[in-house]
């Protein structure tokens, strides 16, 4: 073989186990008309239905959404509220919804 087709062919080979970065995670949220005490609302975040992830992963990614966001914080809660406040936006949907309290500007 000559060096540049070798070259060439590992060049190749390499490139098909780069992995392509997925794309962003899609998060959206609305308040509910819920109070979650002190200030704070719960708000219902969605995330992609064909998608379900557990709640320490809604939880990490309604939060990161959050620090992007101005005029919102996350109201420290116990895990146990929020995840009784998930199950109760219906067992279908668990996996795939969030209800995180947050203290917004209005």
């Known amino acids: 073989m000559k060096p540049n087709f070798l070259l060439l062919f590992s060049a190749i080979f390499l490139s098909a186990c780069v992995t392509t970065p997925r794309e962003p995670v899609s998060v959206r949220h609305f308040?509910?008309?819920?109070?979650?005490?002190?200030?704070?609302?719960?708000?219902?975040?969605?995330?992609d239905p064909d998608e379900p992830r557990d709640l320490?992963?809604?939880?990490?990614?309604?939060?990161?959404?959050?620090?992007?966001?101005?005029?919102?914080?996350?109201?420290?809660?116990?895990?146990?509220?929020?995840?009784?406040?998930?199950?109760?936006?219906?067992?279908?949907y668990e996996d795939r919804v969030l209800a995180a309290p947050l203290i917004c500007e209005a």
């Open 31 to 47: 308040a509910s008309t819920e109070t979650a005490g002190d200030g704070a609302r719960w708000h219902i975040f969605l995330f």
């Open 56 to 92: 320490d992963a809604r939880i990490a990614l309604a939060k990161k959404e959050i620090a992007r966001e101005p005029g919102c914080t996350w109201a420290d809660r116990p895990r146990a509220r929020i995840e009784a406040q998930t199950a109760a936006q219906g067992a279908q």
